[in-house]
């Protein structure tokens, strides 16, 4: 087959100048990257393309002579001769704009797309001067809520129809439609029926008027008023890219980029409004020591000194162990590499972790094959073993919906209760834990007991050794413990060697994590504890001669009064822990607890020093998202009060014990990681940037992700809002990220490729599943979007969509326990600890199963999930 490109390009003139195009590929676009900008408003480069405001008219010559033709549905092809700045067209593109505003209202000074309006640019620009209009314009009740984030003003819509388009053909949520006809056409929801989509917020940014706009940024801020940096989202573990906007040092609102390798522009409303949190009055600004049952403020002096006693009392016990680190998922990769760093490298202790009992084991991630995002979308076949994806990463979801409805892939789902993905799959599968490993082992074999799925799988052309097929691995159901995933895993990675894995975690660079040793018995680049780098062993003060614990081995050693000092550096085991009664029931027991933290979370308001944190916006540095890639954070504001960066906190810690990290910037840290770990070699900020940043790059680097692409053109018509706005650079310290030891243009790596290899593959450890005791049901506990947080908490229009404490059963279910939708049940764990729950009846849910969502409640003593259960069952009751 010929390989030759020009084989796919066409030859057309636009305003008598040639240029090649694509075959297939629309004029509109061709033409603007030809440099020839054609008008609109309804065409977007990521939706269908519907026609609907004629802005895009242009000649096109065909059989008749010229015609006027819209250039937003029309795909080029050979010799096509096209004009785009005729009297015609001119006259065509007056006629549209005033038409257009016959009935719009000419509010700009009070509206939020003032100064980055498409139509007020382009009535500027194209538009007729003056209206032969003098009739009354059309009104309409203004502004109505369709939703707690939208509001909608009528008058100012257009009727491009992209709105509709997204919640229907991207999101799969069509609650906004036409209603009406003639001029009484308007953009609507159905009675009874919010838009509530965890997506909204991305019909206000592709508006191209002020149709729809944001409650949180509803009369903020106008675009000279702002500056801006581009950034990537942490919400969630996907590191969606973002432009960050600010005013007067404070976020004002976060929009989608265009990365065609992530987001597409695309932002879940979690991700998009998280910024108030950010902004919050309740940020913890100095350092904290507790005296009695409160706090009093400190100075830093103090706090360091405090932690250096408390260290080096517990060093001197003889068992470097004592001490403990768990690390959350707010952190960057230079904050989680100079606290690994500090703990086993200068403390000498391994009892590093950073996967809260809903994650998977450091060992278990590095010995998979990682696929990309697009290798996922564009995979023979998918097998989703995973958490609900719209739940956990949401926008992952829009890039899975895309590719099945637009016939790229085919989805199986396997589980133990339904899912988002539901829909989408050709076959899914209900599975036990028992199941597991008779699958894994037989899933393309002729003689398999799951003859659905090796069907789906055969038809769509995966091979016998796994070629052509991606995993969607994840948490299904946290009530299993993460071994039965692990297990599955790695027995799957058996069978079909060449099969990758994407991994659906939900944690915000929990790749990040592992890849820098964030985890027991691992060190930076993967590398196993005994097989440190040369690099390592130059750098680093010492290594621990002994594996440490994980988290939940040091919860255990805490009961039994086994650990001294434990640093929770942006982490919450008493909300977040899966086995939360063990976590609280720990915690009250460890010597001296460090919280090193944003606000005062259930951990940290309870701990015995915290000292405040820089949050995001409020530093630079890089997160890796869960394919693998590496993505820049740029700081836009200053960190309130007396707050400081992790990784310089960290610093200031060794230095207090006698030690010196050795950096002094986040670009220094970066630098060091490059040297040290063989995953991230070649890695440095210039090239980050140079090398189309807004994609970052995958690690390991390779020739390919080394190469410099330029960045795409930004079409101001589909994304409003950002052209219009000041790009700035740091505006506290604009020297915080220059690369150190950069001498010249050529950016050369800071380090060498190490001869060291990652964790080789593993063996899967099957644990027998127990017996279900009789009268306790299955239990289906999972994760919501808007499951209870400290970032939900503090997100003053996010706060009051926290999902409510409830369990759902299935009607069968409800029956056979007597009582109905709206009645309370009293549940009970394995360990006898109760909570009482209002029922709600969903005939998703399989029949003998509840299905709780974890971080909906609190109560003392309960925890549906015990660590030390395989499997987790619990007991329902009429209350």
Known sequence: ????????????????????????ELLIAAAEKAGVFIPRFCYHNRLPQVGMCRMCLVEVNGPRGFSLQPACYLPVSDGMEVVTESEKVKKAQDGVLEYLLINHPLDCPVCDKGGECPLQDQTMAYGPGESRFVEEKRHWEKPIPISDLVLLDRERCIQCDRCTRFADVVAGDALIEFVGRGDHTEINVFPDRPFSSYFSGNTVQICPVGALTAVPYRFKARPWDLSQVESSCTTCSMGCRIMVQSSQNELTRYLGLDADSINHGWLCDKGRFGHEAIN???????????????????????????????????????????????????????????????????????????????????????????????????????????????????????????????????????????????????????????????LAKELMKESSKFPELTKLFTNQGVGADGEGLVVLLGRENLAWDQSVVEAFALELSRALPRAKFLLTLHNANFAGSVDLGAVPNMLPGRLPLGSASQAT???????????????????????????????????????????????????????????????????????????????????????????????????????KGLCRPDWAIASEIALELGDDLGFDSAAGVLDEIAEVSPLHWGLSWNRLVKSSAIEGMMIPISATSLSIRPKAMLDEISTPGIASVWDQGLPSSKTAYVENGSTSADDKPAGEPSSQTVAGP????????????????????????????????????????????KCQVSSKTAEKLGVSSGGSV??????????????????????????????????????????????????????
């Open 280 to 438: 919050s009055s309740d940020r913890i600004t100095a350092p904290l020591v507790r005296k009695g049952d409160s706090f009093v403020e400190t100075t830093w002096a103090s706090a360091l000194e405090l932690i250096s006693s408390k260290v080096s009392s517990a060093q001197a016990a003889g068992d470097p162990n004592r001490i403990g680190f768990i690390l959350g998922s707010r952190l960057t990769n230079e904050d989680i590499y100079a606290w690994v760093k500090l703990a086993k490298g200068v403390v000498g202790t391994d009892s590093v972790d950073s996967q809260l009992g809903d994650g998977l084991k450091g060992e278990v991630i590095a010995s998979l094959r990682r696929a990309t995002i697009n290798e996922a979308v564009s995979a023979k076949a998918i097998l989703a073993f995973t958490g609900d994806i719209k739940e956990e990463v949401p926008v992952l979801f829009l890039r899975l919906r895309e590719a099945v409805k637009s016939g790229w892939t085919k989805i199986a789902t396997i589980g133990t209760h339904g899912s988002s993905l539901d829909k989408l799959s050709e076959v899914t599968a209900s599975v036990s834990a028992g199941q597991l490993q008779l």
């Open 826 to 879: 009293l549940i009970t764990d394995k360990a006898g600890g109760e909570g009482q729950f209002e029922l709600e009846v969903d005939d998703s849910v399989p029949n003998d199963t509840v299905e709780l969502v974890r971080g909906s409640f609190s109560i003392s003593g309960f925890s549906p999930v015990r660590s030390d259960e395989t499997v987790n069952y619990v007991k329902v009751e009429r209350a």
């Open 1 to 24: 087959m010929s390989t030759d490109v020009s084989q796919n390009l066409v030859t057309i003139s636009i305003d008598g100048k040639e240029i090649q195009a694509g075959k297939g």
């Open 762 to 805: 593993l063996e899967p450890i099957w644990r027998l599943a127990p017996v279900q005791p009789l009268g306790f049901m299955n239990l289906a506990y999972s994760r919501k979007l808007y499951s209870q947080g400290e970032h939900l908490r503090n997100s003053a229009h996010l706060v009051h969509l926290v999902v409510e404490a």
């Open 537 to 639: 062993r130059q750098k680093w003060a010492g290594l621990p001669d002994r594996a440490g614990r994980g988290v939940k081995e040091m919860l255990v050693a805490a009961l039994q009064g086994e650990l001294d000092v434990l640093f929770l550096v942006g982490s919450d085991p008493r909300e977040d822990y899966v086995d939360s009664a063990l976590a609280n029931s720990a915690l009250d027991q460890v010597g001296f607890v460090v919280s090193v933290d944003t606000f005062l979370s259930q951990s940290s308001a309870k701990a015995d020093l915290v000292l405040p944190a820089s949050s995001f916006a409020e530093k630079s540095g890089t997160t890796t998202n869960l394919e693998g890639r590496v993505l820049t954070l740029n700081q836009k504001v200053a960190p």
